[in-house]
């Protein structure tokens, strides 16, 4: 634990995103959250985001990002543009070339106003969808980067990085948050909050490990 420090939480309101939240209040001393408006596709989620940071005391940033909605147009971005998944090795519709590496890198800025040395994003290489800027290759990078443009220490964790969905339902369970996790949180690419839509392909991935981790927990129950 790093009860003494101070940690940003890269923070859009989602299933990931808010379980390391949690993760982080447990770890530091002090937390903040930042969330980016990208223009995306669904204004609540960054409504979501206002209230969960509102619910548990978090000092929470919005920043203006809505550059990346002129240059990386997407279907997260974009209600013309269909939600689906990447075919014949193709990256999936919803991915928003160099968003991870904007979002962290005024993260990164933002913690050296605020005096945080640590950012925390729920990246995660295991249910990533192909993204390349989800690898943590990229996240070792980027940190050094960083350091080395601000002659900084910053560390950036990835809480999630190995995780399935199952254990990442798994770890939010263990922080005390799981209820809290899957009712107030936005995954759904149709913008519904909770268990979603059920259809779009974020839903798919949250509710198959949604289903799995109970499964496991039945399991471990009857034994």
Known sequence: MLKDEKAIVVFS??????TCLFWAMQQFKEVEAVTFDYNQRHSLEIECAKNIANELGIRHHILDMSLLNQLAPNALTRSDIVVSDGEEGELPSTFVPGRNLLFLTFAGILAR?????????????????????????????????????????????????????????????????????????LTCYNGVISDGCGECPACVLRKRGLNDFLAGRKKDVRI
């Not at 990442?168 to 899957?182: H, I, K, Q, S, Y």
């Open 113 to 185: 106003q605020v005096g945080a040395k640590h950012l925390v994003t729920g990246v995660c290489e295991t249910d990533f969808s192909g993204y390349p800027d989800c690898r943590d290759v990229f996240i070792k990078s980027l940190n050094v980067t960083l350091n080395l443009s601000m002659d900084d220490n910053f560390v950036i964790h990835t809480p999630l990085m190995w995780l399935n969905k199952a254990e990442t339902w798994e770890l939010a369970d263990e922080l005390n948050a799981f209820e809290f996790v899957r009712e107030k949180t």
């Open 13 to 18: 309101g989602g299933q990931d995103s808010t």
